[in-house]
């Protein structure tokens, strides 16, 4: 019985998601590094004269479709994966499966939703807003106002809870992505895995201690 | 030692099969697990029952069909252990032991605890082998390998491909089976010629017979009898990569007549 495959190669689709999940974990370096400047203390003027490069920039303006196919291609194939990887197993095992794993190997497709629900409320509060597709808050000078819009969200206690925990679930998703992206490119090596595993730690952790202490700013200093 | 076995029982590929728990006693610590199940078998035939199917050849560890989902773990609680050289020792007296075949679209079960892995030989027909003519045996060292690429070939090929990387894996993933067999010839240099449609038409295969994706949750390591590496995970993804940037076209350098 010789059965023919039709679709993309696995290893092609494993390729795509890595790469395009290395592209976001680098947006998420420079939105952070974006971000901290509202704590400053200058009640956002760097803040809002880089937003104001950044929107009046073309090359921004292109970086943008490339993030937002990044994202589509990431979280499309993520769930294909996981249907197809679902389906592979029709007959569940009765005993719950023993083996050990990375840890949180097996919540991707469960950390990854929690991202995109954030995602969604995320883009509402502020890109759609840039975009014109959500009206401006009152609270705002103009849709480039984002400044003004974050302390009010922020001051939200349960804004910034929410806010806090999506971003400790995203940690959670780059503790495992960050080497995984590596093993799914090839790039392995018997002394520098061990590094990749640490920095990929440290980045997970930067960037949920990063951009959590923007809302506790807001609520506790500002 | 007294144990309670609760057994899958399956009458054969179509029926819907459940669990039978059959108590044992008298249970050697010294017997192998596969004895302990030759010895409740007994004990079934004798009663006028069915005796449960399990597959099982060389009960050494090396030809690899002897895999059997013991307590939530492929192979039983030992690590680098298959089921034919598990001992009973390893488990506690009164103890409720949970046998199940593998799981997995690409293993139907056959009959009780035998699965069809055949979708790992076509997996092996699609590219795992070298083309060599027959005759004498070449002069060993007229193919140069590396010391460090003959022992990393040789620990891949160590696979007895018993599935149990497949069963541990909660995507129900072939990758580790299929990256042991694509880098015992990748590694060496009979294996060069044909590495990149190798590698090609192998994962492939993996694919059609319905194989889960690789999410890099590394449990196949951790389950293999063999103690096959991930590694070689990474050096079959790595292989696939440049056989499709620098794929040979096939009939590229011959012209038309
Ligand atoms: C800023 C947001 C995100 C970043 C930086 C990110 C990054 C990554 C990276 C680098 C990987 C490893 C890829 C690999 O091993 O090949 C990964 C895996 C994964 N991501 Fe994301 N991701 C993000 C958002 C999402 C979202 C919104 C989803 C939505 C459903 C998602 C679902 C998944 C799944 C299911 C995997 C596991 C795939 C696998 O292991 O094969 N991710 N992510
Ligand atoms: S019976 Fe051969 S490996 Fe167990």
Request: proline share 4%.
């Amino acid at each position: 019985m010789k059965k023919k495959a039709t679709t993309l190669p696995s290893l092609s689709q494993k390729y795509i998601m890595a790469v395009a999940g290395i592209f976001l974990m680098l947006f998420l370096i420079f939105h952070l590094a974006t971000n901290l400047l509202m704590l400053a203390g200058d009640g956002g003027k760097q803040f809002g004269n880089v937003v104001n490069f950044l929107t009046e920039n073309p090359a921004v303006k292109i970086m943008e479709y490339i993030l937002f196919a990044g994202f589509l291609l990431h979280i499309i194939l993520g769930v294909i994966l996981q249907v197809h990887n679902y389906r592979a197993r029709p007959v569940r095992y009765h005993s719950r499966l023993q083996t050990e794993t990375s840890q949180f190997s097996r919540y991707m497709i469960h950390t990854g939703v929690i991202i995109l629900v954030f995602l969604v409320i995320h883009l509402m509060n502020f890109f759609f807003i840039r975009l014109g597709w959500v009206a401006v808050p009152d609270h705002a000078e103009s849709r480039h106002d984002f400044f003004s819009m974050a302390v009010v969200l922020f001051q939200n206690p349960w804004y910034s809870l929410v806010y806090i925990v999506s971003f400790v679930f995203l940690g959670f998703h780059l503790k495992h992505a960050f080497q995984s992206a590596f093993q799914s490119l090839g790039l392995n090596h018997t002394k520098y895995t061990p590094a990749i595993k640490v920095i990929g730690t440290i980045y997970a952790l930067a960037i949920s201690i990063g951009f959590s202490l923007i809302p506790l700013y807001f609520l506790f200093i500002f | 030692m007294d144990f309670k076995l609760k057994i899958w029982r399956q009458k054969n590929a179509r029926e819907k099969g459940g669990f039978r728990t059959y108590p044992i006693n008298d249970v050697s610590p010294e017997m192998s697990f596969l004895e302990m199940l030759d010895y409740l078998n007994k004990q079934i035939i004798e009663s006028g029952g069915e005796p449960v199917t399990f597959e099982h050849d060389c009960r050494e560890g090396i030809c690899g069909s002897c895999g059997l989902f013991i307590n939530g773990r492929p192979h039983g609680p030992m690590r680098r252990t298959t089921t034919c050289e598990l001992h009973m020792r390893e488990f506690t007296d009164g103890d409720t032991i949970v046998i199940e075949p593998w799981r997995s679209k690409a293993f139907p079960i056959i009959k009780d605890l035998v699965v069809d892995r055949s979708s790992f030989e076509r997996i092996m027909h699609a590219g795992g082998f070298i083309s060599v003519d027959t005759g004498s045996a070449p002069e060993s060292n007229s193919l140069p390998v590396s010391k460090n690429n003959s022992d990393k070939a040789f620990d891949a090929a160590a696979c007895i491909g018993c599935g149990a990387c497949v069963a541990a894996c909660k995507n129900s993933s072939a990758m580790l089976f299929a990256a042991a067999k694509i880098a015992q010839y990748a590694l060496v240099t009979q294996g060069k010629a044909e590495a990149k449609e190798r590698v090609d038409k192998m994962v492939r295969q993996m694919d059609a017979e319905g194989f889960g994706y690789c999410s890099n949750t590394y449990g196949c390591e951790f389950d293999c009898p063999k103690g096959i590496s991930i590694d070689f995970i990474a050096l079959m993804n790595r292989e696939f990569f440049s056989s499709k940037v620098c794929r040979q076209i096939p009939g590229r350098y011959t012209r038309k007549v």
